[in-house]
């Protein structure tokens, strides 16, 4: 499987579905294409994903795209990654954080 299958593409249209109905703890990377600091930790979500792939999903949402879901969470920074288990958000991390950081995040959903 390529580096980057596991991630999953949210939207407006399907983040009730994907992420609020998952039966998995779900990690959300809310971004923009012209957000740097969003570029720089897109590898570290996607090592992520394939790390924890069956166990947590794992994908991003594009606010540019998806305002509704970006203004319902809150977000007003980017990257903001939002953890959510059985449609509960659980955690909240703003800005660029290290890898060692959002895998703890996940690790307490698990």
């Known amino acids: 499987m390529a580096k980057g299958e596991s991630l999953v593409q949210f ?3 399907n983040f009730e579905q994907e992420v609020l109905k998952s039966e998995k703890p779900v990690l959300v990377d809310f ?8 570029r720089a930790v897109g590898p570290v979500v996607e090592d992520l994903a394939e790390a924890y792939k069956g166990r947590v999903k794992v994908g991003k949402i594009n606010i ?3 305002p509704k879901t970006a203004t319902t969470y809150g977000v007003m920074s980017i990257p903001t990654l939002i953890l959510f288990n059985k449609g509960d958000m659980m955690d909240k991390l703003v800005g660029l954080s290290p890898k060692e950081r959002l895998e703890g995040l996940i690790k307490k959903a698990l």
């Open 31 to 38: 971004w923009a294409p012209w957000c740097g600091p969003c």
């Open 64 to 66: 540019d795209d998806n």
């Open 11 to 13: 939207t407006d249209a």
